[in-house]
């Protein structure tokens, strides 16, 4: 069942935090087209106002400006609400290796406040985002639930103990907690700008305006690239998901491989741009050489049937950046 079969009723209340960046943005759009009501909470440290402009006349639409390490924020926000999405956080790893301090603040006790918030509001389904940084130095491929190695940064921290926190309040409050370990997720609105900004859409940006992309390491590293269409239906499956299996963490990929420097090359070829060579820079402190995800048990227990691979989500990709920027 594709996540477009995926029905809600009608009144239901979402709150997604996080609502004005690439990942939260594209989930207010799919639940405001089905004419559901959508609440967004975002500080607007990292998501873009433009992002979310385009909802502003919707009047199922509600956006409030705050910070999820304001408890009183989150419970506002948590008020009449039935599903919370949330996908509010700082990423970044080499971030998060300078800034330690303020990745638990955000990551951490945001979570762990908005979780506390949807505790006392009787919110009945929570799904938070996760991240595939949480197999640290495990060598093993695919990755897999259950076989997690040492940690590598303080954002991979920050979620594992957002893991760990949300299975305690489905173990102690009955809270209905569904944790998504994401895999390098690209599509429509990733931002391209910046130091931290994600491979994919730097690249494209870069080759478009004739310039050298760098490559930090030699690009044999490997990613489980998914498109982001993949990540809206986990996150929708995840709502509708048995309480039986609340209290989970799960892989959302689409369980391939690719090596960036022949995803580098794809980009190049598919922009015409060949004869753009990259430059190579250091490794990133805090990288996982290889990821891989075996998603057998998102399949298992979430219906979850990922219909973009790599190369239909590339195509999409590029042909959005080439209209957008």
Known sequence: MSYQ??????????????GAGFIGSNLVEVLLERGHKVRVLDDLSQGKKENIDMFIENPNYEFTK?????????????EGVKYVLHQAAWGSVPRSIEKPLLYEEINIRGTLNMLE?????????????????????EPKLPKQEGVEGN???????????NEEYAKLYTKLYGLDTYGLRYFNVFGRRQDPDGAYAAVIPKFIKQLLNGEQPTINGDGKQSRDFTYIENVIE??????????????EA????????????????ALAKALGKEEIEPIFGPDRAGDIKHSNADISKAKKMLDYQPEWNFEKGIVAAINWYKENL
Do not use: M, W
């Open 5 to 18: 079969e995926v029905t809600f009723d009608q009144d239901s209340l979402f709150l997604i935090t996080g």
């Open 117 to 137: 918030a949807a505790r006392q509001t009787e919110v009945e389904k929570f799904v938070y985002a996760s991240s595939s940084s949480v197999y640290g130095d």
């Open 234 to 247: 986990a996150n929708l499956k995840a709502l509708k998901a048995p309480s039986d299996v609340a209290g």
């Open 250 to 265: 799960f892989n959302v990929a689409y369980g391939g491989r690719e090596y960036l420097i022949d995803v580098y090359h």
């Open 151 to 161: 940690l590598l940064s303080p954002y991979a921290l920050t979620k594992r103990t």
């Open 66 to 78: 705050g910070d999820i390490r304001d408890l009183d924020t989150c419970l506002k926000a948590c």
